[in-house]
Every structure is written in C-alpha cells, then in structure tokens.
C-alpha cells in the first residue's frame, strides 16, 4: 500500500508506523509526507488502535529532507515551496494532534525534520548512540515548520541552545533538552518501548484521548495562524541570497560563502 512507510498493528492495537527509506536514512520527500499525513489520519480514525509508535528501518531514523526534494525547491517559485512546505506542517500537526498516545522508537540518528518528527511524540526513547541535530541553518534554512513542535518540546530557554547554531548533539543531551525522556543502550531499545506502551492497554482509550487534547490545549498555541506564519519564514529564507548559497555549496562540496571553521 505504500512506499517509503510501513505500517502494521498488532493483536492488542499496537500500530507500528515506520519510515521506509532506509538506503535514504529515511529522508523525506513529498511521498513520504502525503503516506505520513495518509496513515496518521487512518490511525486517528480506527477505534482499535491504541497506541502508535513512531520509528524508521535501517541505521537512521530520519535525516531530514530528502535532498533531491529540496535540489527541486532550489528551482521552484514561492508558490510551490510554500506548499511543499504545507505539506510537511500538516504531517507534523496530524501527528501531533493524533488521539492515540504516539510513542517515539528512534534507533537511530535524526535531524532537521527528523527532531520534528521526535518532537510531536508524547514520549520519545532513544539510543545511546545516536545524534540529533537542527542543521537547516547550515544550507541558509531556518527549522520552521517544525519549529513549534520543538520550541513547545524543549522549551524556548533550551531550545536557544541548538535551535539556530546547526551544531549535533548526542542522545545524553538530547535528554536534558527534553526531546527524548531517555535513552538506551540498542539491544534495551524495544523493552523500553514497550513499557512506554504497555500502561495505555490497561487505560480507557477515550479518556486517553481527552487527556491527551487537554494538555494540548494547555500548552502552547499551534494553530492555522502559527502555521502560516512558520510557512512563510521558511519561504522568505528560500528567496533570500543564503539558502541557494548553502544549498549550492553542500551539492558541490564546497564551504559556503559565511563558513570560517
């Protein structure tokens, strides 16, 4: 049914949700977000599930955009990034708002969108080996359409820690950014999934629901409004002078114009 996700569910209504692009490090491109948007809604929909974790196949759980995607937004009009970049809002507001608790199972490493996908999990574990990053800064980017999600996520005092330097960072801080609750070593990764999981079964699935819309409308504002607003800052990076800069270095390999390291 689909070709860059995978999604099964269990006997006890445990979905499994991955990304399927393993040869890409699970790279997104305007496929994988229209499956995402695809399946999480199907998820929200069906009364048997109960819980739905969140991971990738292969040695990454995602790296971001896909760079053939973003070499294609180098050549297109305001108009077309602003709906590529729509669609990767609406992926992460679908998942996020999911009245299912969303369980993040990242194996492995995670930047740019990756850390958005991490962000809009109710609880994310981690291995201990792995590295996160919000690197968009590097091509001329800004992290902005996951940029509610991770602000709301670490909060804006720690997020100014990595938000806009591009620096990795490895799992251990990525525990006390607050975008995972722990991390694991591999071969423990699947055992504190499931004790993750395994408390949702023994709890009635429309008080979770309402639970989990209750925080949500305590916590900050994501709204159309915000959205739009995320949208058009990136779209305003892609028409400056630094985004094709970066984007152009990093495909001829080459520093960009600003690099002093």
Known sequence: ???????ETDD????????NRPDKHNAMDALMLEELRHAARWLGRDAAVRVVVLTGEG????????????????????????????????????????PRPLIGRIQGNAFGGGVGLASVCDVAIGVDDLRMGLTEVRLGLIPATIGPYVVARMGAARARRVFFSGRLFGAAEAVELGLLARCVPAEALDAAVEAEVAPYLAAAPGAVAAAKRLVADLGPVIDDAVID??????????EGEEAPEGIGAFFEKRRANWDNQ
């Open 1 to 7: 049914m689909y070709q860059t996700i995978s999604l």
């Open 229 to 238: 607003r995320t949208i058009a800052a990136l779209v305003a990076c892609w």
């Open 12 to 19: 006890r209504g445990v979905a499994r949700l991955a990304l």
């Open 59 to 98: 040695r990454s759980f995602c790296a971001g955009g896909d760079l053939n995607w973003m070499k294609d937004q180098m050549a297109a009009d305001a108009e077309t990034r602003a709906q590529q970049a729509r669609s990767l809002a609406e992926a992460l507001a679908i998942l996020d708002r999911l």
